[in-house]
Nanobody
């Protein structure tokens, strides 16, 4: 069982930045890859970014490449999503998730989500 708690969401103007954090309970003895997803009302949850346990591998959806950066600090049991040059279409509830597989298409554990709103 892995517990996940997101924070850092809020309201920001277009072009601004936010950093999301995800506190997790994963340990080196039981490592998990992690990812960020987002969802808007009436749409399916979509993949945003993922990072391997050691942080050496990352991947992003095309729409955020060059603007978002995923990272993690396992000594602090925290994963981050630095979001720059935000656009109104980035508005969504953002979820962090954990899974054994870095390339999983069905993450096992989920946080409760944090709202990000980008005003135009």
């Amino acid at each position: 069982q892995v517990q996940l708690v997101e924070s850092g969401g809020g309201l920001v103007q277009a072009g601004g930045s936010l950093r999301l954090s995800c506190a997790h309970s994963a340990r080196t003895s039981s490592p998990y890859a992690m990812g960020w997803f987002r969802q808007t009302p009436g749409k399916e949850r979509e993949f945003v970014a993922a990072i391997s346990w050691g942080g050496t591998s990352t991947r992003y959806t095309d729409s955020v490449k060059g603007r978002f950066t995923i990272s993690r600090d396992n000594s602090k049991n925290t994963m981050y999503l630095q979001m720059n040059s935000l656009k109104p279409e980035d508005t969504a509830v953002y979820y962090c998730a954990a899974d054994r597989s870095y390339r999983s298409t069905s993450y096992q554990y989920w946080g409760q989500g944090t709202q990000v709103t980008v005003s135009s």
